[in-house]
Every structure is written in C-alpha cells, then in structure tokens.
C-alpha cells in the first residue's frame, strides 16, 4: 500500500510555468511505477505522463511532449511534474497515482491521490 498526496496546482497565465509534487507514504515511490493523469471539466480522464519503476522510460503524451518533465526523487520519496509554456487546454484536475508497472490507462493505476486544480487563464 502506499499513500500520494498532490501539492503545487494553482491558478496561472498562459505561458507559465508550474511544478506539481507527489508525496508518497507507507511504500517509497521507487517500489512503483508512478504516473500523472488529469481530467478536465466534461473529460475523460488521461494520462498526461508516466514513468517507469526503474526510471528508465518516461512516456509524454503527445500535447504536453516539450512542454512537461516527469521525474522521480527517491530520497524524499516525491513525483514531480514540472509543467512549462502552459495553456488554457491544460486546464484540470491533476493526479498521482502507482503502478506496480507504467501503463496508459487510469485502471491499470490501483494507488492513487485526490488531485490538485490547474488553472490556466489565457
């Protein structure tokens, strides 16, 4: 078992910059592979960006590709998503969630936070 909590989401102009963090507890991160998913007003929810167990695939789809970096900090047990040149498109509920391997779909994912709003304005 492990437990995510989502911090960093905010209310931005477009063409910002913002960094959102995953905190896990009760398992490290590295136990998991870990990935973003949002879900705006009337969507689906998707995956925005994952990353592998070992770190050594990271997958982007394809409107964030350039724009958002996922990455992992063992030591202090976070997932980070750091989000540049951001647009109104972006806009949505932001989450973290675990897998015990890195996936494309929100089922695959059994471990996950309550989300964190991004808002961008244009």
């Known amino acids: 078992q492990v437990q995510l909590v989502e911090s960093g989401g905010g209310l931005v102009q477009a063409g910002d910059s913002l960094r959102l963090s995953c905190a896990a507890s009760?398992?490290?991160?590295?136990?998991?592979?870990m990935g973003w998913f949002r879900q705006g007003p009337g969507m689906e929810r998707e995956l925005v960006a994952a990353?592998?167990?070992?770190?050594?695939?990271?997958y982007y789809e394809d409107s964030v590709k350039g724009r958002f970096t996922i990455s992992r900090d063992n030591a202090k047990n976070t997932l980070s998503l750091q989000m540049n040149s951001l647009k109104p498109e972006d806009t949505a509920v932001y989450y973290c969630?675990?897998?015990?391997?890195?996936?494309?779909?929100?089922?695959?994912?059994?471990?996950w936070g309550q989300g964190t709003q991004v808002t961008v304005s244009s």
């Open positions: 009760g398992r490290t991160v590295s136990s998991y592979a």
């Open positions: 969630a675990a897998s015990s391997a890195l996936g494309y779909k929100g089922y695959e994912y059994p471990y």
């Open positions: 990353i592998s167990r070992s770190g050594y695939t990271k």
